[in-house]
């Protein structure tokens, strides 16, 4: 027998499932699965929203303060000064030549000998000037003597002619005569003198007080009157002077305090400028205006007892032209610049207050500034940190003190603002 395999097995109608009955329960986890989502939602907002009301509650650390050094601005006197090189100049230097023709017979001075005025040199034979002021002294006694016999004949002649003993011209050639012999007795004077001082030119003695150099001459050597052979250099040390220059630009300054008659002080230090060799005051300055370089030559005068300074040195000078009394002081370095703006950080309560001010005067690492009062406490370090209002931690002040006349400033002229520079800092 054949089996239909196309037949559909057959179910009661209890165990079918309606359609209707299937949705309903798609609806349902539908349902539940968005209300997880939204429940997980809201746990997580309330998560987050919790996270950041709790940082918001946490205090957020205190920046580190800033360690700074201070100094305190005090008020005081500063001096005007200006700067330049200078070269050591002796008051006298005399170079001495032979005035005569002679063979050295004589050095009477070592080499490196302080000589008063009159002390004797180089000594020439005078044998052959001796033998000639002789001649001119022997002559000399000759003509006074014709002199005196033709003053004698005058005399008798004037009395015979006052008794008509004789005639008016013989008196007459006798007056002549013996004016004649006067004339002669006068050349022969000055032919004497002549050889005097001929004689005395062969006994060589120091013209001033000084030091001597080394030795140019020895004995046996001839010199020639006409020659250029110096025989002995003496230098005066004792005063001495220094000759710098004064800017154009600075030389009103000057003259007006010359003009009140002031005595304006120089100090010379040494190459370095850093050690102070002599005190000395401005002497005078030249009559006129170096055009090549716009300076104006000044001397001074120092006092070298201890042979300090020695001729053509070459000296840093320092010319006090003014002082500025009863300014306010405070650190060079504790000025700050940006462009043209000059500024400096006032500590007050350890915060630190930016203010403006207008530097002046520098000298011995302190500036004249104006714009804080004397007894503001300003820093002096860490300005690649510090900033207008920032809170500081201060070490002990220190007191300005006033500049030291040893040190040189390092400006060519003083009467110009001077400032550290910048780091890190702005302008107020």
């Not at 400032?419 to 800092?425: E, F, L, N, Q, T």
């Amino acid at each position: 027998m054949t089996v239909d395999t196309n037949e559909q097995p057959h179910i009661e109608r209890g165990h079918q499932l309606t359609a209707h009955g299937s949705d309903s329960h798609r609806h349902k986890v539908l349902w539940i699965i968005i209300g997880i989502v939204l429940l997980l939602v809201i746990v997580l907002a309330v998560v987050l929203t919790w996270r950041h009301v709790d940082a918001a509650k946490k205090v957020a650390p205190a920046a580190p303060k800033i360690t700074v050094t201070t100094a305190t601005a005090t008020k005081g006197d500063i001096g005007v000064y200006l700067n330049a090189i200078g070269t050591v100049t002796p008051v006298y230097t005399a170079s001495i030549t032979s005035q005569v023709n002679g063979l050295v017979v004589a050095v009477h001075y070592k080499e490196g000998q302080l000589v008063s005025k009159g002390d004797p040199l180089v000594d020439i034979d005078p044998r052959p000037y001796r033998a000639m002021l002789l001649q001119a002294q022997g002559a000399l006694e000759r003509d006074q003597n014709l002199l005196a016999q033709a003053q004698m004949d005058l005399e008798r002649y004037r009395a015979a002619w006052a008794r008509n003993a004789i005639a008016k011209q013989i008196l007459d050639d006798q007056e002549k005569l013996v004016l004649q012999d006067e004339g002669a007795v006068k050349n022969d004077q000055g032919t004497v003198q002549f050889d005097q001082i001929q004689v005395e030119y062969c006994h060589i003695t120091a013209p001033i007080a000084g030091r001597l150099g080394l030795r140019l001459v020895d004995p046996g050597n001839v010199v020639q009157s006409s020659g250029t052979t110096t025989l002995a250099v003496i230098t005066q040390l004792d005063p001495i002077t220094v000759i710098f220059t004064v800017p154009e630009d600075s030389l009103g300054p000057v003259e007006s305090r010359l003009r009140q008659r002031a005595t304006l002080a120089v100090d010379a230090f040494d190459r370095t400028a850093q050690r102070k060799i002599a005190s000395g005051k401005l002497l005078a300055l030249d009559n006129q205006i170096d055009t090549t370089t716009g300076t104006v030559k000044g001397r001074s005068v120092f006092d070298n007892k201890n042979d300090a300074l020695f001729p053509n040195q070459f000296v840093n000078t320092r010319l006090l032209v003014n002082t500025l009394r009863g300014v306010t002081l405070v650190p060079a370095s504790a000025i700050q610049q940006n462009g043209q703006a000059s500024f400096l950080y006032v500590i007050q309560d350890n915060v630190a207050h930016m203010r403006s001010v207008k530097p002046g005067v520098t000298d011995g690492g302190l500036t004249q500034v104006e714009g804080i009062n004397p007894g503001d406490v300003v820093a002096n370090s860490s300005f690649d940190k510090l900033q207008d209002k920032v809170a500081v931690v201060t070490s002990s002040p220190v007191t300005t003190n006033q500049p030291s006349t040893n040190q040189p400033s390092t400006k060519h002229v003083s009467t110009k603002p001077a400032a550290a520079s910048p780091r890190g800092s702005s302008a107020p």
